[in-house]
């Protein structure tokens, strides 16, 4: 399914079917068992979720926004925000599997559209960048992993398999498979190629340091050089990075 139509998807699902409710409901508490390792029960993951009842809050706020109930809709996503920490625009469409780890403080704007299997953690803004009534929220591939903080802003798109660092700041399209760090986002291509994948990838952990990674080139290149010119020997750094990645500054402890 893609995103293109997954707008015609929800118009029959969940209210207008009640089948096809279950196998939203089922897959909704699925994505919850395979991406959190807390969780011990259905019951639990029933009651003490929030992410959980934000998806399922805004799929009927949803139902009555492209039914031109629109106050209604907007009524009931703010009744989920009061509940739930998490604001999602009764007009942004979510695809099947989204889960919302903890989820206090998501925001998730009108035009917002999500694929199948994203994994969303605390903080995180899809925001716009206009005030214009068209599109201007981001898209949101399949499997995208956006960490703690993350704000993905404009009408950007963000290829499937994408990892988002914590508090990064995204405001370009990036394509699939990528791994996007930093303030304004910066787009790491990985090592390996694409692989088609059918959960998400949660090792948002795993970032490159690439200022960090660029500055301590720059020194030990500054120092190789003036080895061989045998100047500045003297000289002492104000910053210093060891051999084993630790920065050695001045002890700025109070």
Known sequence: ?????????????P????????????RDIASTFERDPAVRSILEVLLC?????????????????????KLL???ISQIVRS???????????????????????????????????VTLYHGVTLGGTSNVKKKRHPTI????????????????????????????????????????VGVPGQNIARSKSPQLRSIPDLNHSKLPDVIGGT???LVERVETLEDQIGGYKT??????????????VEDFSI
Request: glycine letters at 14%; charged letters at 15%.
């Open 215 to 217: 500055l301590k080139q």
């Open 49 to 69: 979720y929030p992410g959980l009842h934000a998806v399922w809050g805004h799929r009927l706020a949803h139902w009555f926004w492209i039914h031109n109930l």
């Open 83 to 117: 509940l739930t920490g998490i604001e999602i625009h009764p007009g942004a469409t979510l695809g099947p599997g989204l889960f919302i780890d903890h989820g206090m403080g998501v925001v998730i704007g009108e035009t917002s559209e999500i694929g199948e299997d």
């Open 73 to 75: 809709g907007r009524w």
């Open 141 to 180: 591939g399949d499997r995208v992993v956006i960490g703690a903080g993350a704000k993905v802003l404009g009408a950007i798109t963000i290829g499937g398999d994408t990892r988002i660092g914590t508090n990064a700041v995204v405001v370009k399209s990036v394509p699939v498979n990528s791994v996007v």
């Open 235 to 248: 000289a002492k750094s104000v910053t210093q990075i060891s051999k084993n990645g630790t920065w050695q």
């Open 15 to 26: 209210i207008q079917s009640v089948a096809a409710a279950f196998l939203t409901i089922r």
């Open 1 to 13: 399914m893609t995103l293109k139509n997954l707008h015609q998807r929800l118009r029959i699902c």
